[in-house]
């Protein structure tokens, strides 16, 4: 059915106005006879136009009638018997029956086809999410298979399982072991050999029964195991922009109102695009009590300093006792007003969020706000097991916010995508931001994805799914640049002309009058 032509007609009906009522009783010389059975049709819709009280719909379908009457017989409702009044009392209950004065009924049926339109959008995606992004969820029982053959080969019993200490002291940090648990070529032993000799590798045994064996390029294993690549790609590390940024030993500071804390540069485990692979590559830290104390100097002193962001590495590779003396510190400084978390950990050691830390949590929420801000890149990496912590983790911060990186192979696909943001949502956690991967590092630059894809996958999300599930799309060269595409087209005169992203449709956006805004308004017009 071409939709275009069916609306029209109904909008001329829905509007049911005196030039459709003089073109039904215009009176033409070649009228036909008009079979009883079109005559009864029409008069069953009137009948049930008068009795149905919640839609118009049947006034629209009797009027449609009568239309099609006039079209093929040439007859006008008076010829057919029917009462120009009580038509004319159809059409006014059909205008007036919602409380805004618009038509139900016709927006009904021309809705149903807008709706089927935008329907079409998303029918693909609802047809193949499961199978281009299988969620963790999805994938479980075949994590738990993962997980029993791993726990088998690294000698792990069920409480090293359920415990941070047990999954860090177990944590696959040579190629053999890697090999051991999964299927993995020759070549890829020789390559992590070769490569960990420059960058760590460590992955969390809960982390690494998440990598489904068989895939090539498995969203977990691309994020967790490096490869020859890391070594082999051309260029020189880029110093971070960071480091002219730091006005005091741990302190990153790019703005005026928000700094890092780098607390520490322990990670459960070492992400293959990670920006601050420096880090990786030397040995673990944890400040001294000095260096805290400096940093939290520097920040009692700096009184436009609102927002505190605690990270490192990864903020609970700290000790639950170093966490509640970082916040109890934090909220005892009156300019602080709020704080943050930054942690990949619910994602590749869950057992971390204990009942301790969520005390913490919820203490130094009572507070001053705390938010939890981590780093989820694919869908599969969103298991039950995670969904649980950040379900606990919600309960006691005030948000978590996610930070992807658009890594290739990883997420760089409008459904993985569209899938990604959703399970997001679902696991209580609010997409933030949607970095472009650092052009810093020549280690993960087969990893990059260039901006225009990053923003064609970002603006095919406005429209199809819902609005604080789309992350603001940055770059970060020196702090957080936007990428976003601009939608305002052009300006015609007060008019903006703005292009739908889901659509291309322009449409005319009239703009405030720049110079009433300029002028007195309201309480201000009657100052003397
Ligand atoms: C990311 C970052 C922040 C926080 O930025 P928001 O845009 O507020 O999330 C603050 N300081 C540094 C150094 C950062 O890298
Ligand atoms: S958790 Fe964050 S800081 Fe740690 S290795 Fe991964 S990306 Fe880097």
Request: charged share 30%; net charge neutral.
């Amino acid at each position: 059915m071409d939709c275009e032509v069916e609306n029209t007609n109904l909008n001329e009906i829905d509007r049911l106005d005196i030039q459709f009522f003089d073109y039904l009783y215009e009176n033409k010389p070649d009228k036909k006879a008009v079979p009883a059975i079109e005559i009864d049709r029409a008069k069953e819709w009137l009948e049930l136009s008068k009795t149905s009280h919640k839609l118009t719909n049947p006034i629209i379908e009797l009027f449609k009638k009568l239309k099609s009457i006039k079209e093929d017989f040439g007859a006008t409702p008076a010829d057919i018997g029917f009462n120009r009044d009580i038509l004319m009392l159809m059409a006014q209950k059909h205008k007036t029956t919602d409380e805004h004065h618009v038509s139900i009924g016709g927006r009904v049926m021309i809705s149903a086809e807008i709706v089927k339109k935008a329907d079409a959008r998303v029918e693909e995606y609802l047809k193949v999410r499961k199978e281009v992004a299988p969620t963790g969820y999805e994938l479980w029982d075949k994590m738990l298979e993962n997980k029993a053959k791993i726990m088998k080969s690294l000698g792990m019993s069920n409480s090293d399982w359920d415990s941070y200490g047990g999954q860090i002291k177990h944590a696959i940090t040579s190629a053999e072991q890697l090999a051991s648990i999964i299927d993995i070529p020759k070549q890829l032993v020789e390559d992590i050999q070769r490569v960990s000799h420059v960058f760590r590798m460590r992955i969390s045994p809960y982390y690494a029964s998440l990598i489904m064996p068989n895939v090539v390029n498995d969203p977990v294993l691309l994020q967790s195991v490096p490869t020859g690549d890391m070594v082999d790609n051309k260029g020189i590390e880029l110093e971070p922009v960071a480091s002219d940024h730091s006005p005091a030993r741990l302190i990153d500071q790019f703005y005026p109102r928000v700094l890092t804390i780098k607390a520490t540069n322990m990670c459960a485990m070492f992400c293959t695009h990670c920006l601050r692979i420096a880090h990786i590559s030397s040995k673990d830290w944890v400040s001294s009590n000095n260096t805290y104390e400096e940093a939290l100097d520097y920040i009692r002193k700096d009184t436009n300093i609102r927002d505190v962001l605690i990270t490192g590495g990864d903020a609970l590779a700290l000790s639950n006792k170093k966490i509640k003396y970082l916040l109890d510190e934090l909220d005892k400084i009156d300019h602080i007003e709020i704080k943050r978390l930054g942690s990949r950990i619910p994602i590749m050691t869950p057992q971390r969020v204990n009942n301790e830390l969520l005390d913490i949590c919820e203490a130094s929420n009572e507070k001053k706000p705390l938010r939890f801000v981590t780093q989820i890149n694919s869908v599969q990496e969103l298991t039950p097991v995670s969904k649980e912590a950040f379900k606990k983790l919600n309960r006691v911060t005030s948000t978590i916010l996610n930070q992807a990186v658009f890594l290739r192979g990883i997420n760089d696909d409008k459904y993985k995508m569209w899938r990604l943001c959703e399970e997001l949502q679902n696991s209580y956690i609010r997409p933030y931001y949607l970095f472009n991967c650092s052009f810093r590092n020549p280690e993960f630059a087969h990893m990059r994805v260039p901006v225009e894809i990053g923003r064609d996958i970002v603006e095919s999300m406005y429209g199809n799914i819902c609005g604080d599930a789309i992350p603001r799309y940055l770059a970060t060269a020196g702090g957080k640049i936007p990428l976003h595409r601009d939608n305002v087209v052009r300006r015609e005169g007060n008019n903006i002309i703005l292009k739908k992203p889901w659509s291309g449709e322009e449409v005319e956006y009239p703009d405030g009058d720049l110079n009433e805004y300029h002028q007195p308004f309201s309480f201000e017009k009657y100052q003397k």
